[in-house]
Nanobody, 125 residues
Framework: QVQLVESGGGLVQAGGSLRLSCEAS????????IGWFRQAPGKEHEGVSC????????EYADSVKGRFTISRDNARNTVYLQMNRLKPEDTAVYYC??????????????????WGQGTQVTVSS
């Protein structure tokens, strides 16, 4: 069974840090593009970051560039999102997703085929 499971969310004060994990089962993460998205209440899904399968290169939304870092541990079959200098506007449910092939732009949620259940991140001011 192909599955993604996120963990690591929680409540943190503005300026703090969290590390989200996205563990895969049923397939190897290193063969596919993996993205992180978030959805705040009343808003659409927003692409946050992705890591490519081919060379491990990364992409970030402008809103998180310089604060968030995506990485991959192939041995653990896990992708991480290190989030530093968190702001209240980062509050959202965070999802990881896998593009199993032929996805388009990295920040478009329709490019991804397998999604995790999400983990809540709340940043207090």
């Amino acid at each position: 069974q192909v599955q993604l499971v996120e963990s690591g969310g929680g409540l943190v004060q503005a300026g703090g840090s969290l590390r989200l994990s996205c563990e895969a089962s049923g397939f190897s993460l290193d063969y596919y593009r993996i993205g992180w998205f978030r959805q705040a209440p009343g808003k659409e899904h927003e692409g946050v970051s992705c890591i490519l399968s081919s060379d491990g290169s990364t992409e970030y939304a402008d809103s998180v560039k310089g604060r968030f870092t995506i990485s991959r541990d192939n041995a653990r079959n896990t992708v991480y999102l290190q989030m530093n200098r968190l702001k209240p506007e980062d509050t959202a449910v965070y999802y990881c997703a896998a593009d199993l092939g032929y996805g388009s732009n990295w920040y478009v949620k329709e490019s991804y085929h397998v999604w995790g259940q999400g983990t809540q991140v709340t940043v207090s001011s």
